[in-house]
């Protein structure tokens, strides 16, 4: 079983931003790790072509398992998971969201992870789920993260100058999601 699976967002990689170093600390700890790559352009990112490649791991995420998305991900984790009615241990978001940004690439691309009308049953799946938000994302309205994370149930930490939590905004690291993380291991 993994013990974490980490997600990237639109257009993204596993190793970009901060995954691979959130990768290598989780596996220096004799974690199970999963950072999948996921079909990125206009033409095969969808969530049924993202939902192929996280079934193919579907049998090894369990109750024991966290997962770890940005940007994107927190749609597609939150769909997979009332899709399939996985229960797992945590989730951690960063700029999440679950509507469209007003960014025409992105939104071509992101609209058909938006799948749920009531995200409040996750509650029933997760036994925690905290959301990153910062308070200068270029790419995503902070309202639209608030109200994912309401609608949640989520703990929501307001990061100053964060940008998007990614690697132009200096996010090679994301020590404050690490040590939350392990707090609550």
Known sequence: MYDYVIVHGSYGTPFENWFPWMFNKLSEQGKNVLAPQFPCGSDIQNYCNWCEVMNAYKKYIGKNTTFIGHSLAPAFITDYLLENNLSVKSLYFAAPFYDLINIKEFDKVNEPFFIYKDLTKIKNLVESITCYISTT?????????????????????????????????????????????MKNE
């Open 137 to 181: 994302d270029p790419y995503v309205p902070n309202d639209l993260s608030i109200d994912f994370a309401d609608k949640l149930g989520a703990k929501k930490v307001f990061v100053e100058d964060a940008g998007h939590f990614n690697s132009a905004a200096g996010y090679t690291h994301f020590e404050q999601l690490w040590e939350e993380m």
